[in-house]
């Protein structure tokens, strides 16, 4: 799936983000970054066109207003998405009054991957909120991550499961932090973004 004659569109929020304008390759430095990374060093002359569409501080309804002209036009043929962060993080806050609650979370990404149709999808559960399995921001995530693995189920994406692969990580104890504030990847946690994305699309490839 992932030769030189592919397109890969990575849509999202600030962690896909990552300061991509602040740099000449539009990347950033996180886990889209590594992705391209690691995809030239392994195929140096069959590498995909790796494109970073992240915005910080956008939920699914930020990624309707700017659907088109930030992937249909960019003619993708593989698109990541990579959402649900803020939707939820927002809800924290008690000040907020314009929350994407479960239901029109789902109805918003649903229609987004309806005009997406003959491209293949790639959706990334949200990752986590706060370095604790136990937290309120993770409680309030679950049903935003059961509604990505129904959407990948429904529209024969790849899933790539990176709730699960958080969890599984701080449940299993280790000392170094995944994050810089909760949310915010650090150079570990965007290894970690880019290992289960890359092992979650070579499975699908299979």
């Not at 799936?1 to 849509?11: A, D, G, P, Q």
């Not at 706060?130 to 935003?144: A, C, Q, R, T």
């Not at 504030?181 to 499975?203: C, F, I, K, P, Y």
């Amino acid at each position: 799936m992932l030769t030189k004659e592919e397109r890969v569109v990575f849509i999202g929020d600030s962690i896909t983000d990552c300061g991509r304008r602040a740099e000449p390759e539009e990347l950033g430095d996180g886990y889209v970054r590594m992705i391209r990374d690691q995809l030239i060093c392994e195929a140096p002359a069959d590498a995909p066109v790796i494109i970073n569409k992240g915005i910080g501080g956008n939920r699914v309804t930020d990624l309707a207003e700017r659907w088109e002209q930030d992937v249909l036009n960019e003619q993708p043929t593989v698109l990541s998405v990579s959402i649900g962060i803020n939707d939820v993080w927002r809800q924290l806050d008690s000040k907020e009054m314009d929350q994407v609650l479960p239901g029109k979370f789902e109805e918003v990404y649903r229609s987004l991957l309806e005009q997406s149709k003959g491209i293949q999808l790639v959706l990334m559960e949200p990752t986590i909120i706060d370095e604790d399995p136990e937290s309120k921001g993770n409680e309030l995530l679950k049903p935003y991550v059961e509604i990505v693995r129904k959407l990948a189920d429904e529209y024969n994406a790849v899933l790539v499961p990176e709730h699960q692969a958080f969890i599984e990580y701080l449940r299993a104890g280790g000392e170094h932090k995944l994050t810089t504030d909760g949310v915010h990847m650090n150079s570990v946690g965007n290894t970690l973004m880019a290992q289960t994305w890359l092992r979650a699309v070579r499975e699908k490839q299979a």
